[in-house]
């Protein structure tokens, strides 16, 4: 079982859409939680950290379960510039430092 | 703030040659960075964590004398991918993790590597 874990999708909607990404994690130790985004052939970037209290940054929404073990993405009102690929990241100190990202989800909003 | 540089962008080389690819955090000081590398179509997978001032920690079926890399200060650390080969173009991108207890990481923008 890998330690990170998204459905790969592709999920496609309309603009305008609601749709939420689910990732699952297996190491309770992990401490730190984000969200990256990437587009085609180019580098991941930050989009935002997941934190216990959940967290808004304007259409998208995070929130994080520890005992369940999943971190969410909610993206609202979805916009064509929102299709990309969106990897869910977990860190925990122990782990020499290193973060481990999931394989991402595919998003693609068509008009 | 938190911008990290890579360079060279792109580079078409000959098998046999040695490319070194830089990376940089240009506003902030990163004592621990990570080479990528990603083929296309697939995953991010780490190839190495990259801490300034030691020696690499390389992952899993990464060889170490291959895939070169220094840390030599606080916003720089080098992969060289020495004597390439066809089966070695990727697209390789580096990341600096943020100074504090957030555990952020910050991509530079990647360097794709054509090896004829």
């Not at chain 1, 305008?16 to 180019?42: E, I, L, M, P």
């Not at chain 1, 216990?52 to 379960?65: H, P, V, Y």
């Not at chain 1, 100190?93 to 008009?111: E, H, I, M, Q, R």
Request: hydrophobic share 30%; glycine share 6%.
């Amino acid at each position: 079982r890998k330690e990170v874990e998204q459905d790969p999708g592709p999920f496609n909607v309309p603009e305008g859409a609601t749709v939420a990404f689910n990732c699952t994690y297996s190491n309770s130790a992990s401490q730190s939680f984000f969200w990256y985004r990437q587009d085609c052939r180019k580098e991941p970037k930050l989009l935002m950290s997941v934190y216990s209290s959940g967290n808004e940054d304007g259409r998208f929404t995070a929130q994080l379960n520890r005992a369940s073990q999943y971190i969410s993405l909610l993206i609202r009102d979805s916009k064509l510039s929102d299709s990309a690929t969106y990897l869910c990241v977990v860190h925990y100190n122990t782990n020499a430092g290193k973060s481990t990202f999931g394989d991402g989800t595919t998003l693609t909003v068509k008009p | 703030g938190a911008v990290v540089s890579q360079h060279p962008s792109r580079v078409i080389c000959k098998s046999g040659t040695s490319v070194k690819i830089e990376c940089r955090s240009l506003d902030f000081q990163a004592t621990t960075m990570f080479w990528y590398r990603q083929f296309p179509k697939q995953s991010l997978m780490l190839m190495a964590t990259s801490n300034e001032g030691s020696k690499a920690t390389y992952e899993q079926g990464v060889e170490k004398d291959k895939f070169l890399i220094n840390h030599a200060s606080l916003t720089l650390s080098t992969l060289t991918v020495t004597s390439a080969h066809p089966e070695d173009s990727s697209f390789y991108i580096c990341s600096a993790k943020f100074p504090g207890p957030e555990n952020e990481q910050f991509f530079g923008p990647g360097t794709r590597l054509t090896v004829l």
